[in-house]
């Protein structure tokens, strides 16, 4: 009887696996494998014959799998094959991570002993006494005029929470590839082995004249506020905190898209916002300073009003801003007859059902990662626009829209400070790469593989600096 072939669940290449298996030389081993991996809901992406003998062959099957239990699945449905047998499982991803992502090459030759007495010592000695003279010189004379800290406390790393410093080291250096690929600048993953503010915040300080800006990542809520308030004081250059404002900016562009599908202007949007923390607050102070009036937060403790006395400090300025109709209750109240929910909390906590009680177009952007808010698959039989975090679904709101290019804006003003204006023209160039003629519910934000991304957030970057002479620099 023939084995029945099940739908292949949402699999991804973050759980890609390549299993080394012996086999015989049947020439039907080859289907049965593809067939068995289907039939568990996988995806064969190769299948290599990678040695052979008169009687055996040895075969690499690369097959991408839901999450870390279905690639088990997979594994054990191949092991149930007869004459097969599996003498190895390779995860690609820990693969790809072995000995870290990224390197430091150096920019000049040094072939002998010339190029030695230049590039070190003797000359490199007058490059560091005019540096001495002038300082600012050291923006062009060395890597500061194209380097940034990402700098972590490995506090709320992705959706993993605090899993500390050193296990945060990947995210950081995947980090620093991307402002690498993206934007060509120098990124330096800096995972700081404390929680402490003062600490943090001083640390930074010692390390900031190697550096023309500082990219906060992953550092929990509410402490990232005020380490970012601090160091924004204390430097002379940019601190940008990536969780906020690049979220922020990206979910600015992206609505400012789907507004146009469903012909609404920002301020005549009701706005609801899932989730009080970082991201959250950030994308509220966006959203109000680009224009929206009506916005309305929820968190644990419901909607958050300023009446309510069990406000935290960060909760309460957020609704000293927000909720002009001073709703109260569950997040089912908040949408009733809203525009917009974006939802940057939980998984899970926004019922499909919902969508339909929200105004006739709706849109739904559902961020929480790994998984989202709601069922992205059944938001979008119901809401006009669906956005989300996820890279197997349309509109994915990504935050690599908008750091490399920002910081290649920054770097390139030689800016000293990022300010809101900043936020919104970053935001504004990020929209404008969606023509017209492109736009639709599907598409309302380009893919970070755009080749005019980077360079058109860096040019908006630049254009809103204030411009001083040579002589004020």
């Known amino acids: 009887m023939t084995e029945s072939i099940q739908r292949a669940r949402a699999t991804t290449a973050s759980y ?210 005020e380490i970012e308030a601090r160091l924004r004081e204390r430097l002379d250059i940019p601190v940008f905190h990536d969780d906020q404002h690049g979220t922020a900016i990206v979910v600015l562009a992206a609505l400012t898209n789907a507004l146009r599908v469903i012909d609404k202007m920002l301020p005549d949007a009701r706005i609801i916002v899932s989730g009080g923390g970082a991201a959250g607050s950030a994308i509220v102070q966006l959203l109000l300073a680009a224009g929206a009036h009506d916005v309305t937060v929820y968190d644990r403790i419901g909607l958050l009003n300023r009446e309510d006395d069990r406000l935290t400090p960060a909760w309460r300025s957020l609704a000293e801003k927000t909720n002009p109709r001073g709703l109260t209750g569950s997040l089912r109240d908040g949408l009733q007859g809203a525009d917009v929910f974006i939802g940057v909390s939980a998984p899970r906590i926004l019922d499909p059902a919902w969508i339909d009680e929200m105004a006739e177009k709706r849109i739904v952007f559902a961020l929480a990662n790994p998984d989202p808010e709601v069922d992205i698959h059944e938001a979008t039989k119901l809401a006009t626009v669906v956005a989300s975090g996820r890279s197997d679904y349309p509109n994915q709101i990504n935050n690599v829209l908008a750091f490399p290019g920002v910081f290649r804006g920054l770097l390139d003003a030689k800016a000293a400070d990022v300010t809101t204006e900043m936020l919104i023209k970053a935001a504004e160039a990020i929209a404008s790469v969606v023509t017209d003629e492109q736009l639709n519910p599907n598409y309302i934000i380009p893919s970070v593989f755009h080749p005019d991304m980077s360079k058109t957030v860096a040019r908006a970057i630049v254009d809103s600096v204030p411009k001083v002479s040579s002589a004020d620099r």
């Open 16 to 225: 890609s696996i390549t299993m080394r298996l012996h086999t015989g030389t049947d020439p039907a081993v080859i289907g049965e494998l593809a067939t068995k991996v289907a039939a568990s809901g996988g995806i064969t992406t190769a299948l290599d014959v990678v040695d052979s003998h008169p009687d055996s062959l040895v075969i690499d099957l690369t097959a991408s799998a839901a999450d870390g239990d279905h690639a088990s699945e997979l594994v054990e449905a191949v092991e149930t094959l007869e004459g097969v047998r599996v003498h190895k499982v390779s995860d690609l991803v820990f693969l790809l991570h072995l000995g870290g992502k990224i390197s430091v090459e150096p920019k000049v030759n040094l072939r002998n002993r010339q190029d030695l007495a230049m590039a070190y010592t003797p000359g490199v000695g007058r490059v560091s006494l005019a540096i001495a003279q002038q300082p600012e010189d050291a923006r062009h004379l060395t890597i500061k005029g194209n380097s940034v800290a990402v700098v972590t406390d490995g506090t709320a790393v992705l959706g993993l929470g605090d899993i500390g410093p050193k296990a945060a080291l990947p995210v950081m250096e995947g980090k620093a590839a991307l402002f690498k690929r993206f934007a060509g600048i120098d990124a330096w993953p800096i995972c700081l082995d404390t929680t402490d503010v003062d600490e943090i915040v001083r640390t930074v300080e010692l390390i900031a004249p190697g550096f023309g800006g500082i990219n906060l990542e992953d550092i929990s809520a509410p402490k990232c506020f």
